[in-house]
């Protein structure tokens, strides 16, 4: 697959702008483990290369385990996940997923358990940024870093 655009030399405002997304959630209560697992959930579901080998690199490099990795897209058939986990991989597969059903009451219920409202605006920030890069990736067809 041949790369097309580069977003960040076509469009630096853009580009910036998405940046700017990512500062933001620097600063947020969410761990790195925790948004890597986010980044990587919605990039398995959206097939986005790029961004999978990003990521899955990043999660090794802050700790996360190469089997919770292995086994993300089948969290729900494991205890390898704590309750926050769960909740955040539930949360990025109904916003992925937005056309199925979006996130549901069920979800949102048991989130609002285990964070606060800011706390489930950053999860829910976090989640839709993926998502924005995941469409530029597969989109512009970004190609594996070396």
Same mark, same amino acid.
């Given at each position: 697959?041949?790369?097309?655009?580069n +977003?960040?030399?076509v469009?630096?405002?853009? !580009?910036k702008a998405?940046?700017?997304?990512?500062t !933001?959630?620097?600063?947020t209560?969410?761990t790195? +483990?925790q948004? =890597?697992? +986010?980044?990587?959930r919605a990039? *398995?579901?959206?097939? @986005?290369?790029? @961004?999978?080998?990003?990521?899955?690199?990043?999660?090794?490099? !802050?700790? =996360?385990?190469?089997?919770?990795?292995?086994?993300?897209?089948?969290?729900?058939e494991?205890?390898?996940?704590?309750?926050?986990?769960?909740?955040?991989?539930e949360?990025?597969? =109904?916003?992925?997923?937005?056309? *199925? *059903?979006?996130?549901?009451?069920q979800t949102?219920?048991?989130?609002?358990?285990?964070?606060?409202e800011k706390?489930?605006?950053?999860?829910?920030?976090?989640?839709t940024t993926?998502?924005?890069w995941?469409r530029?990736?597969?989109?512009?067809?970004l190609?594996l870093?070396?």
């Open positions: 697959m041949t790369a097309r655009l +977003i960040a030399k469009d630096a405002t853009a !580009y998405m940046m700017g997304l990512e !933001y959630l620097a600063d209560f969410l790195p +483990i948004k =890597e697992l +986010i980044k990587i990039s *398995q579901i959206n097939g @986005c290369a790029f @961004c999978l080998d990003m990521h899955t690199k990043d999660a090794l490099k !802050y700790g =996360e385990t190469p089997q919770r990795i292995f086994l993300l897209n089948a969290w729900r494991t205890e390898l996940f704590n309750a926050e986990e769960q909740v955040l991989l949360m990025t597969e =109904e916003i992925t997923l937005i056309h *199925q *059903q979006g996130l549901t009451e949102y219920q048991k989130a609002k358990h285990l964070f606060d706390q489930i605006a950053q999860i829910i920030i976090a989640i993926i998502n924005a995941n530029i990736g597969i989109s512009t067809h190609e870093l070396k």
